[in-house]
């Protein structure tokens, strides 16, 4: 039996209000006397697209360093999911539904693009140290079911080498494809990109945005850190704008395209 029943106050047909995924409230971080980050805040939904851009030092990855664990902010609170994770290590917060990839790709060079991928997923593996020493029927069962997904992330991602290969014989577009999908294994609900356009071609950068589409169609939360403008507008359902730690914008990319704050900051007082 279906229940009908309506929220209190809440119209016939209306649509619950997207859930906020990840709130970040003041955020400062500072270096010496240098601020890398100067109160920054903002929220993002489940299943949107955020981007975070501004110039080169203007704060972006030190935010981003901020609310995945690797730097502890000097103020302001991150809360994720709904609970604060704070001075929470960054495998805690992975553990709890964040994953990222890195503005210089960060993968195990040694080892294949399979086991890079697996190396995500074995936090989660039904078996313990003595079916791994043993090698027990749930051991390999286990260990099967784990390179299947890891395939079924990197079939997701588009990727279209060998998967015994070593992750150091990919051109530099597989290896992206091959970090997104390790980060993708961890079952995100909220994924951080630093610069996934770098040093892509034009059609590896389409192929991008049709992959950062089919991502938040899962249902996933994604903020992205981009330097490619065009990219940005185009896949971005709000923007928010840096310059020297401090936020200077956030809006749609109609509205911030036409802020004559973040034109002067790209462009300069002058030619603004």
């Known amino acids: 039996m279906t229940d009908t029943t309506l929220a209190a106050g809440q119209p ?6 997207p859930r906020a995924l990840l709130e970040v409230r003041d955020l400062a971080v500072s270096f010496g006397g240098i601020k890398a980050v100067d109160g920054l805040s903002f929220s993002v939904n489940e299943g949107e697209i955020i ?17 995945s664990g690797f730097y502890r902010p000097g ?6 999911d709904g609970q604060s994770i704070i001075r929470r290590k960054p495998s805690d917060i992975t ?10 790709v960060r993968l195990f060079g040694e080892m294949s693009v399979l086991d890079n991928v697996k190396t995500a997923m074995h936090a989660n593996l039904q078996q313990n140290v003595f079916d791994a020493m043993l090698h027990t029927p749930r ?18 991602v588009g990727f279209r080498a060998d998967d015994e290969l070593l992750v150091t014989q990919l051109p530099y577009g597989e290896q992206r494809r091959v ?5 993708l294994a961890t079952q995100p609900k909220l994924l951080l990109l630093d610069e996934p356009g770098a040093g892509l071609n034009h059609s590896e950068k389409i192929e991008l945005m049709s992959l950062i589409r089919k991502i938040r169609d899962l249902g996933v939360g994604i903020v992205l850190i981009e330097h490619d403008m065009g990219l940005v507008m185009q896949v971005s359902e709000r923007i928010v704008v840096l310059n020297y730690g401090k936020e200077i914008a956030d809006g749609t990319p109609q509205e911030i395209k036409q802020d004559p704050a973040v034109i002067a900051a790209y462009l300069g007082e002058e030619e603004a």
Request: glycine share 12%; with cysteine; hydrophobic share 40%.
């Open 139 to 156: 051991f390999k069962r286990s260990e099967a079911q784990c390179a299947e997904d890891a395939r079924g992330w990197l079939d997701f």
């Open 179 to 183: 970090e997104i999908a390790r980060a």
């Open 12 to 17: 016939a047909g209306a649509t619950a209000a």
């Open 95 to 104: 553990r709890r539904g964040m994953a990222r990839t890195f503005q210089n």
């Open 75 to 80: 103020r302001g609170s991150v809360v994720f």
């Open 51 to 67: 981007s975070v851009i501004g110039p080169n030092g203007a704060g972006k990855t030190s935010a981003f360093n901020c609310i």
